[in-house]
């Protein structure tokens, strides 16, 4: 009899250790995989969240992430409100889900020159913000290779020559973040 129990307490003990180890070798690939992992696979795993928050400097952006491209996110903040975002302004990210996932989505191959050029084709009335957080409204005239040109004019009004205040040119690294206002 002591001799059952002796066996069975080290069958006990052996199933123990290979559980540790296990759960031990399970953390480490876990920890490995994630230190691969950068934030624009994070967004792209998380494309269509709805309670996912940008942060830039002045100002939080909120809604459901609709899309991600190599250098932008698209934000819908509410219906068929959609605010694009530059990813070098963002400086803190909430309501990603947690851990590594596979992206479910392939980023957009294209830059964030080529959606501002959809927005300037477009001629909407836009809301754009600075890293600084500056808000001003107008009509984008040109997207060049680095920057854009900003029409200054007031958001109720469309561009004509008589309503434009200004012209502004924002080079892409001081982009914050851009909205359609019609």
């Known amino acids: 009899m ?6 069975d307490d080290l069958a006990a003990q052996l199933a123990l250790d290979e559980t540790r180890e296990l759960e031990a070798e399970v ?8 230190a691969l ?12 969240a709805t309670h996912v928050g940008l942060r830039l400097p002045g100002r939080l952006i ?6 991600v491209g190599p250098d932008w996110a698209l934000v819908e ?10 990813l070098a302004a963002v400086r803190g990210i909430t309501g990603l889900g947690p851990g590594a996932r ?7 191959r294209f830059g964030l020159g080529a959606a501002l050029r959809a927005v300037s084709r477009d001629r909407a009335v836009v809301e754009l913000a600075d890293v600084d957080g500056r808000v001003v409204t107008g009509t984008i005239d040109v997207v060049g ?12 009004e469309m561009r004509r020559a008589a309503n434009v205040t200004g012209r502004l040119l924002v080079p892409f690294w001081s982009l914050g ?6």
């Open 2 to 7: 002591r001799w059952d129990r002796l066996f």
């Open 27 to 34: 953390a480490d690939r876990t920890r490995r995989e994630r």
């Open 37 to 48: 992992l950068d934030v624009h696979t994070r967004m792209l795993a998380n494309v269509e």
């Open 62 to 67: 909120t809604g459901r992430l609709t899309d």
């Open 77 to 86: 903040t509410a219906p068929d409100r959609p605010c694009l975002v530059a």
């Open 102 to 108: 596979t992206p479910s989505v392939v980023a957009k």
């Open 145 to 156: 290779a680095d920057h854009l040109e900003l029409a200054e004019h007031a958001p109720d």
């Open 177 to 182: 973040s851009v909205r359609r206002l019609h």
